[in-house]
């Protein structure tokens, strides 16, 4: 059983982040030419969606937002209990060439990056990939790291982080640490 351990982003927290990172992300890629962002299933296109909706605030322009499920590419997927059901990948543009901003919710081992980088890559070869986070909780397995991160927050093992968006049928938007079971 896990409870509520502390809030760590509230509504505010979360929409400055996002603010932050769209301006981070048009600035490092010097505007929005080829530029398109891939969410992950299922924060991480809520996330992507936003930071799309930002950058067109700033920048006027509208950015193809794609919908990745990384489940056929995940290494642990024979091991996962109760796993949850494939949802369709929907790209709706070619990726060949552009400049791609895979986007998450949280970036702990980076095994579901890595995940997502292998199925990105079967759709043709991007300029480049960039990763955008909302939160790092560090334990990282495998040598990946956000170029955008919302929030870095140092945490145990047993511990997870959670994040609840209205999207997502929750009353708020907001970030939390949950204690008593490891991720």
């Known amino acids: 059983m896990s409870k509520e351990k502390a809030l760590i982003m509230n509504r505010q927290s979360v929409d400055r982040a ?32 936003r930071l799309a909706s930002k950058i067109r605030d700033i920048e006027g322009v509208e950015i193809p937002v794609g919908v990745l499920d990384i489940t056929f590419y995940r290494d642990d997927i024979s091991s996962k209990k109760g796993a949850a059901p494939v949802q369709a990948t929907e790209i709706h543009f070619s990726v060949v060439g552009q400049r791609i901003i895979l986007v998450d919710d949280v970036l702990y081992t980076g095994r579901t990056i890595r995940a997502a980088l292998d199925s990105i890559m079967d759709y043709g070869r991007p300029e480049l990939i960039q990763l955008a986070v909302l ?28 994040l609840e968006l209205v999207e997502g049928g929750n009353a708020e938007d907001r970030v939390i640490i949950m204690e008593g079971e490891e991720e």
Do not use: F
Not at 30 to 36: H, I, M, Q, R
Not at 139 to 161: C, F, M, Q, S, W
């Open 135 to 162: 939160v790092d909780r560090g334990h990282r397995e495998l040598p990946i790291r956000a170029d955008y991160v919302g929030k870095n927050v140092p945490t145990a093992k047993k511990e997870k982080v959670k």
């Open 18 to 49: 996002l603010t932050r990172i769209a301006h981070e992300i048009v600035e490092r890629n010097k505007g929005t030419e080829n530029l398109a962002l891939i969410g992950i299933r299922t924060c991480g296109v809520y996330l992507a969606q």
